[in-house]
Nanobody, 117 residues
Framework: QVQLVESGGGLAQPGGSLRLSCAAS????????MTWARQAPGKGLEWVSGIYGDGSDIYLLDSVKGRFTISRDIAKNTVYLQMNNLKPEDTALYLCKATTPSRVDYWGQGTQVTVSS
């Protein structure tokens, strides 16, 4: 059974950092495409970053380039989103998604990130 559990969110000050984790079970993160998305209050889903099974990056949202980095630990079967120089506009629920080769999506429950002074 595929399961994704996000963690690492919380309250951060502008300019601060957080590292989000997406722990996967039921499959290997090296086999699926893994994506981070976010949803701010009253706004639609925004694709932040992703990584293919072969480790290549899918994309990175323009507004987070130079600040966010996606990575993964194959041994821990976990994908990370390192977020530096956080801004208030980064406040959102951050969600992890796994996409199988047959394009079936699995989602985690999300972790809340709030950037405020």
């Amino acid at each position: 059974q595929v399961q994704l559990v996000e963690s690492g969110g919380g309250l951060a000050q502008p300019g601060g950092s957080l590292r989000l984790s997406c722990a996967a079970s039921g499959f290997a993160v090296s086999s699926y495409a893994m994506t981070w998305a976010r949803q701010a209050p009253g706004k639609g889903l925004e694709w932040v970053s992703g990584i293919y099974g072969d480790g290549s990056d899918i994309y990175l949202l323009d507004s987070v380039k130079g600040r966010f980095t996606i990575s993964r630990d194959i041994a821990k079967n976990t994908v990370y989103l390192q977020m530096n120089n956080l801004k208030p506009e980064d406040t959102a629920l951050y969600l992890c998604k796994a996409t199988t080769p047959s394009r079936v999506d699995y989602w985690g429950q999300g972790t809340q990130v709030t950037v405020s002074s």
